[in-house]
Nanobody, 119 residues
Framework: QVQLVESGGGSVQAGGSLRLSCTAS?????MGWFRQAPGKQREGVAVIYVSGGIEYVDSIKGRFTISRDNAKNTMYLQMNSLKPEDSGAYYCAAGSGFCGLSEGLFAYWGQGTQVTVSS
């Protein structure tokens, strides 16, 4: 069983930046960030393999950067040029198999951290 703890959410104005962190209690092959806005389905934002392979959802390309420090079992999401539509609860996820933007690929989930972007 892997436990995930997120941090770094908050409130910013449009155009601002936030950095999310997620620390896992053990080794994880694939890690990812998902988000859920009120009244909407949870969507995959970015995923990263332990080898460094990365996939992003189109809406955040060029603005968000996912990275991980395997020695610390920690994953990051640097979010720049934030828009109001980026607001929502951001969840860290981890899995041991194929890495992709589908939440069904992930067995472990964090509690979520709130991101609010005001216009």
């Amino acid at each position: 069983q892997v436990q995930l703890v997120e941090s770094g959410g908050g409130s910013v104005q449009a155009g601002g930046s936030l950095r999310l962190s997620c620390t896992a209690s053990g080794y994880t092959f694939c890690m990812g960030w998902f988000r859920q806005a009120p009244g909407k389905q949870r969507e995959g934002v970015a995923v990263i393999y332990v080898s460094g392979g990365i996939e992003y959802v189109d809406s955040i390309k060029g603005r968000f950067t996912i990275s991980r420090d395997n020695a610390k079992n920690t994953m990051y999401l640097q979010m720049n040029s934030l828009k109001p539509e980026d607001s929502g609860a951001y969840y860290c996820a981890a899995g041991s198999g194929f890495c992709g933007l589908s939440e069904g690929l992930f067995a472990y989930w964090g509690q979520g951290t709130q991101v609010t972007v005001s216009s």
